[in-house]
């Protein structure tokens, strides 16, 4: 069974298996800085949340998410990352990640609660698609 929780101080090392790996998978490595500073701005928890899931007691499965402003309704929650270890694919960890993350949405009284991927991310995809709704947008980044 997967449990949920938030990640603490403890997950630190296991956590950046995991955080390597996903920037790995949208290749994008960072510098380790780039880590610690994360792993910092998550346990303070004032603007960017981590849920961690576990397997047998091992960290397999990460979640970052955060409260927003938006225009035409009450705040929103973006799941910005999630990733779960290649050996614990297809065991529920994802999902586990996604309903804790809209449980913590809806705590919070967000009114949507929404994430990106890439195009090609067909495996994962395939779960979004059966959790969530696909509207149609496509993502522009402009260069700062």
Same mark, same amino acid.
């Given at each position: ?11 630190? &090392? ?117 959790? &969530? ?12």
């Amino acid at each position: 069974m997967v449990e949920i929780a938030p990640l603490a101080a403890g997950d630190r &090392a296991e956590w950046d298996v995991l955080a390597r790996g996903y920037k790995a998978f949208y290749e994008d490595p960072q510098p380790d800085e780039v880590y610690d500073r994360l792993w910092s701005r998550l346990m303070g928890g004032d603007a960017i949340y981590g849920l961690g899931a576990r397997l047998d007691g091992r960290l397999v499965g990460m979640s970052h998410y955060m409260f927003h402003a938006n225009a035409w309704m009450a705040d929103v929650c973006y799941l910005q990352d999630l990733f779960t270890a290649p050996e614990a694919r297809g065991r529920g960890v994802a999902g586990a990640l996604i309903h804790a993350v809209a449980d913590a949405a809806r705590t919070r009284g967000c009114a949507k609660y929404y994430w990106l991927t890439k195009q090609d991310n067909e495996r994962a995809r395939r779960l979004y698609d059966k959790v &969530a709704r696909f509207k149609g947008f496509l993502r522009y980044d402009f260069p700062l």
